[in-house]
């Protein structure tokens, strides 16, 4: 699986647009049941008129409502964009922290968030696991009956090298979300069905 997306994905990355850690942590705090595309298409104006923490700190839920109510639930969103920013002015000095227990102490900020964060901006080796990822481990054989995103994380990370994790999640959920998608998977363009537990399944039962 490594040396595929190594070939055909090498420079896996988010879809999301930031220039640094405090965009990235917005984005994917605005990417939550919604599509990267939707996102993109509101941070360019939050982030001109909010350009860091300090400046987000200043702003009512309504203030940023006005920018992201297109997003999927942009009232609780906007109240958590501003009790993020005031809390990383108040407790971080504005400063995004590394540590992932430190990054979900933010309002709005789970586990998958902090992950993604510490992973793209830190490169720690932490595995974000969101729908796609969760999917397409369990499909490719990854992990077996997995009861819980935290359950694939950690089968994850035990087993792939660390200095993959961080982009792992990116090869899981870019194959998820345009190949091993989750009504009709495009087995035919996927280059692992060799290895993928869900093809050789699917392909004995057709047989």
Same mark, same amino acid.
């Given at each position: 699986?490594?040396?595929?997306?190594?070939?055909?994905?090498?420079?896996?990355?988010?879809?999301?647009?930031?220039?640094?850690?405090?965009?990235?942590?917005?984005?994917?705090?605005?990417?939550?049941?919604?599509? +990267?595309?939707?996102?993109?298409?509101?941070?360019?104006?939050? $982030?001109?008129a909010?350009?860091?923490?300090?400046?987000?700190?200043?702003?009512?839920?309504? +203030?940023?409502?006005?920018?992201?109510?297109s997003?999927?639930?942009?009232?609780?969103?906007?109240?958590?964009?501003?009790?993020?920013?005031?809390?990383? =002015?108040?407790? $971080?000095?504005g400063? =995004?922290?590394?540590?992932?227990?430190?990054?979900?102490?933010l309002?709005?900020?789970?586990?998958?968030?902090?992950?993604? =964060?510490?992973?793209?901006?830190?490169?720690?080796p932490?595995?974000a696991?969101?729908?796609? =990822?969760f999917?397409?481990s369990?499909?490719?054989?990854?992990?077996?009956?997995?009861?819980s995103?935290?359950?694939t994380?950690?089968?994850?990370?035990?087993?792939?090298?660390?200095?993959?994790?961080?982009?792992?999640?990116?090869?899981l959920?870019?194959?998820?979300?345009?190949?091993?998608?989750?009504?009709?998977?495009?087995?035919?363009?996927?280059?692992?069905t060799?290895?993928?537990?869900y093809?050789c399944?699917?392909?004995?039962?057709?047989?």
């Open positions: 699986m490594i040396a595929h997306f190594e070939a055909t994905r090498p420079d896996a990355g988010p879809e999301l647009h930031y220039a640094d850690a405090y965009q990235l942590l917005v984005a994917v705090i605005l990417s939550a049941q919604c599509t +990267d595309r939707r996102v993109n298409m509101v941070t360019a104006a939050l $982030f001109a909010y350009p860091d923490a300090r400046a987000l700190a200043t702003a009512t839920p309504d +203030d940023i409502l006005h920018y992201i109510h997003v999927s639930y942009p009232n609780s969103k906007s109240r958590h964009l501003a009790a993020m920013a005031r809390k990383l =002015v108040a407790d $971080f000095d400063e =995004v922290p590394s540590d992932t227990d430190a990054l979900q102490q309002p709005g900020v789970g586990r998958k968030t902090a992950n993604v =964060v510490a992973s793209v901006i830190f490169h720690q932490a595995l696991v969101d729908t796609h =990822v999917r397409v369990e499909r490719l054989g990854l992990t077996h009956n997995s009861p995103p935290l359950h994380e950690r089968a994850l990370t035990r087993h792939l090298p660390p200095d993959k994790i961080p982009v792992a999640h990116h090869w959920i870019l194959h998820g979300r345009y190949v091993c998608q989750a009504r009709k998977p495009r087995c035919a363009e996927c280059g692992l060799d290895i993928c537990s093809y399944k699917h392909h004995s039962t057709s047989d």
